[in-house]
Structure formats: structure tokens, C-alpha cells
């Protein structure tokens, strides 16, 4: 129900400007954002770097309402990705396809896809495809099959809550795709996903034993121990190597737990947010953590 509640909250742009506009909200967002700049986002995955982790650097923001933002993003993109051959060399970078304009145009977001592609390559930076929510996501996943061929290296999200997922995975045939397994994030219907927690847990660990098995280079984006535990014994199972998979966690999500599998030997790789449209990306992580929700109507009222 509060997690409903908050994934309703993310979605609404009253909410969003006064919350936005609350000092109350500075100490939590930093807690979850690396902060407005690219160099500020650089720095952090400097920090990270030190302690032998990856990072995949994130700039916020989401379905754009006019395809000039779309533009503008992805010119964005295509500084962070040379920032990252320059600066942060082994970082990749993650983008949500609505911000490249899917919901407005297909062709248009498919041309400025086929940009940051080109130039990622150039560079030798991968480009992760984040998945978001199930109305978006057909057209995702197709723009994504478009360029696997040209671009095997690309990473797709896949969300285990989706009631597709296992299909989605095995109808790819010929390039098999480099995937980031994760439960899933947005407010979804009955209909589309499955919604109680601990089903949508059993089912991260059914699709992490297949996924091991048929996809190459998996990455699981996941804090909880139940998931991460059952991949490594998984993993050893199959006698794979600590570095033929890697971990992915959120910034400022279970830092110890980060830090700890990367001294185990394991492959981490911390998703890093920056910019300033960081609302409805806050409101996902206060949705993952009902404990948030007093933060949240301190900062509406205080607002
Ligand atoms: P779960 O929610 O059960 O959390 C396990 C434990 O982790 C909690 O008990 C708590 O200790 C800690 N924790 C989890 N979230 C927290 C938070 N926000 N604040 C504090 N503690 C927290 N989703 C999606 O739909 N599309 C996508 O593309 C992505 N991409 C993505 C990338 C990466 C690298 C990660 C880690 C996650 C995503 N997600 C995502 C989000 C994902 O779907 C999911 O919502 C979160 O990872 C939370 O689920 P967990 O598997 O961590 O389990």
C-alpha cells in the first residue's frame, strides 16, 4: 500500500515541485544522487574506482515532452561518454529510453540510440538500457533488438516482477543479450506483473538460475542477500568464474555489502545518478523503503 503510494507520488508533477523546492529533501537526495554535474558524477566514480568498483553513471531525467529534450539529452550522453573515456575509464552508461523521446517518436529515439551507439563504441564505453515501465517497455526492448547485432556489447534491464520476462528472454535467437536482471520498479497492473514481494523474490531466483545458464556475462541488480546469496552458489554451482557475472547496486544503497563483495573477488558495479531531475528517481528508492515515507510527508507538509 505505501509502496503503491509512493510510485503514485513519483508520477505526479504538483508533488514533484514541492517537494522539489523543500530544503528538508537535500540530505536524503545526496544520500541517493551523486549530485548535479558531470564532474561531480566523475568524482564519485573516481572514489569508487579506488575501492575496485565500476560504476555506470545515470543522467536523470525521464519521459521528455518534446523530442528538442530528447536532443538535448542525448547530446548529454554523448559528453558523458566522452567524459568517461577521458576520466573514468571502465564506466558505462546507463539511459532510460524514454528520455530519448520512445514515447514520442520511435524513429527519432531509435536515431539518437544509434548515436550514443556509435560514439560508445568509438570510445569503448558500454551503454546500458534501462527498462521502465510496461507501457514503454515493448517499444524499448525493440529498439533495443535493433542495434544488438551492430552493438552486442549493449546491456539491457530486465525486471523478473514483469510476467513476460522469462518469454522476453528466450525469444532472443541469434545475438544473445547481455542482460541486468533486477525485480522492478514502477507500479504495474495485475494484469502485466506480479505484485507481492516475496513472488516477485521467488521468481528473481528461478530467472537467475536460467539466465546464468544461457546469457553471457549476467549482471544482477540487486541488494537483497537472499538474491545475491543464491547467485553466487548458483554460480559456483555451474563452476563459473567470481568475474563471468558481475553485482550492480544502487549509490548509497547497502555501501558495506558493495564493498564486500568487490574485496570477495566478485565484479561490482555501482549505477550512479546525477543531474537535477532527480524527483520520480527518488520516489522508486523511497518506494523501495517504506521506512522513508515519514521523510516524505515531512517534506509535503514542510513544502
Ligand atoms: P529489495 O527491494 O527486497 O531490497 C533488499 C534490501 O536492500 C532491503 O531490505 C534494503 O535493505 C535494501 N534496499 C533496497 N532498496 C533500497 C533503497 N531504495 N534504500 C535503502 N535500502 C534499500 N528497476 C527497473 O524497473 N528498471 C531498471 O532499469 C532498473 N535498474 C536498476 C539498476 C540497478 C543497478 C539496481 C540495483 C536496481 C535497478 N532497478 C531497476 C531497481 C530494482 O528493480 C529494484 O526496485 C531495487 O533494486 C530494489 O530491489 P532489491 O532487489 O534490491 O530488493
Redesign the pocket.
Known amino acids: 500500500m505505501i509502496r503503491k503510494l509512493l510510485l503514485l507520488a513519483a508520477e505526479n508533477k504538483a508533488l514533484e515541485e514541492r517537494v522539489s523546492r523543500n530544503p528538508l529533501t537535500k540530505g536524503l537526495v545526496s544520500r541517493?544522487v551523486a549530485g548535479t554535474t558531470l564532474d561531480e558524477a566523475i568524482t564519485v566514480a573516481r572514489k569508487l574506482n579506488a575501492k575496485g568498483i565500476d560504476v555506470?553513471l545515470d543522467l536523470l531525467g525521464e519521459t521528455v515532452s518534446e523530442l528538442e529534450e530528447s536532443a538535448a539529452a542525448t547530446d548529454a550522453y554523448v559528453d558523458t561518454i566522452h567524459a568517461i573515456a577521458e576520466k573514468a575509464p571502465g564506466a558505462t552508461v546507463?539511459v532510460k529510453l524514454s528520455q530519448l523521446g520512445v514515447a514520442l517518436d520511435q524513429s527519432v529515439c531509435a536515431g539518437h540510440l544509434k548515436r550514443m551507439l556509435a560514439v560508445a563504441d568509438q570510445c569503448g564505453v558500454t551503454v546500458e538500457v534501462?527498462?521502465?515501465h510496461s507501457s514503454v517497455g515493448p517499444q524499448t526492448l525493440a529498439t533495443y533488438r535493433t542495434f544488438l547485432p551492430s552493438f552486442p556489447h549493449t546491456r539491457i534491464?530486465q525486471?523478473a516482477a514483469l510476467r513476460r520476462c522469462q518469454e522476453n528472454l528466450i525469444s532472443f535467437t541469434e545475438v544473445k543479450p547481455r542482460i541486468?536482471l533486477?525485480?522492478?520498479?514502477?507500479r504495474e497492473n495485475l494484469d502485466t506483473a506480479i505484485c507481492n514481494?516475496d513472488e516477485v523474490?521467488a521468481q528473481?531466483l528461478h530467472l537467475t538460475d536460467w539466465v546464468l545458464r544461457h546469457l553471457p556475462d549476467p549482471a544482477f541488480?540487486?541488494?537483497?542477500s537472499t538474491?545475491i546469496d543464491h547467485v553466487k552458489a548458483v554460480a559456483n554451482q555451474l563452476g563459473l568464474d567470481r568475474r563471468d557475472f558481475e553485482f550492480?547496486?544502487?549509490y548509497?544503497?547497502?555501501r558495506n555489502l558493495q564493498e564486500q563483495l568487490a574485496a570477495e573477488g566478485y565484479r561490482v558495479?555501482v549505477?550512479v545518478p546525477f543531474g537535477s531531475q532527480w524527483y520520480p528517481y527518488l520516489m522508486?528508492?523511497?518506494a523501495?523503503?517504506p521506512a522513508?515515507l515519514l521523510f516524505f510527508l515531512r517534506s509535503l507538509i514542510g513544502g
Open positions: 541517493y555506470s546507463s534501462d527498462m521502465e534491464a525486471q541486468r533486477v525485480k522492478g520498479a514502477y514481494a523474490t528473481y541488480g540487486t541488494h537483497d538474491c550492480q547496486m544502487l548509497g544503497v547497502r558495479r549505477y522508486r528508492r523511497m523501495e523503503r522513508n
